[in-house]
């Protein structure tokens, strides 16, 4: 939990060849790298960049072949991220950023002291999500345009939500930290 909160920014994408067994560093310094899901043409791949919030698109066919940009800003705390049969993204967000965050996040040295304090870290949590866990699902276009918003702000039926997947126009939901799937028809 504390690496998530501390920005701390040694997180990586790598490349395994299992022909050569060699490993390739793709991306560096990376705050807190998780979900990775390929476009439906194959020509690029999406992540997350969880302590930050950010949808990551990187390159491997055309002119920008091996480089990487930010394709999305999402609304809290990103986990997994799921191509759809349309080749959209779906990102499961385990909830929004509270103004703690994001105080933290534009001061470094304060939220290092404040990971050393003697606090347990499921208050540093409920601070850094504002109070209460909730959930919620965004759907981003190839080019990061945001499509759709699906979010249970109180929390009374979906919390921490960190897996997202679409089949048959049915969501299906999950979370690493509660114990539920959480199937959502979107027809």
């Known amino acids: 939990m504390q690496l998530v909160f501390s920005g701390e920014n040694s997180g990586r994408v790598l490349k395994y060849s299992p022909a050569t067994k060699e490993t390739t560093v793709l991306v560096r310094n990376l705050q807190f790298p998780n979900g990775v ?28 072949a091996g480089t990487s940009e930010v394709l999305a800003i999402v609304p809290g705390f990103p986990d997994n991220v799921r191509t759809n049969e349309e080749g959209n993204f779906w990102v499961a ?3 929004r950023r509270s103004f703690y965050a994001h105080i933290n996040s534009q001061y470094p040295k304060l939220r290092t002291f404040l990971l050393k304090l003697p606090i347990p870290a499921k208050i540093h949590f409920l601070l850094q999500i504002g109070g209460r866990p909730h959930g919620l699902v965004v759907k981003y276009s190839p080019e990061g345009k945001l499509l759709q918003i699906l979010e249970d702000s109180q929390g009374k039926v979906v919390k921490a939500i960190s897996e997202v997947e679409e089949k048959d126009g049915k969501l299906w939901m999950g979370s690493v930290l509660m114990p539920f799937v959480m199937v959502y028809n979107l027809a």
């Open 93 to 95: 967000v385990h909830c």
């Open 37 to 64: 899901s390929l476009s439906k043409d194959g020509s690029f791949f999406v992540f997350c960049e969880g302590s930050i919030g950010r949808l990551r698109k990187y390159w491997l066919k055309g002119e920008k």
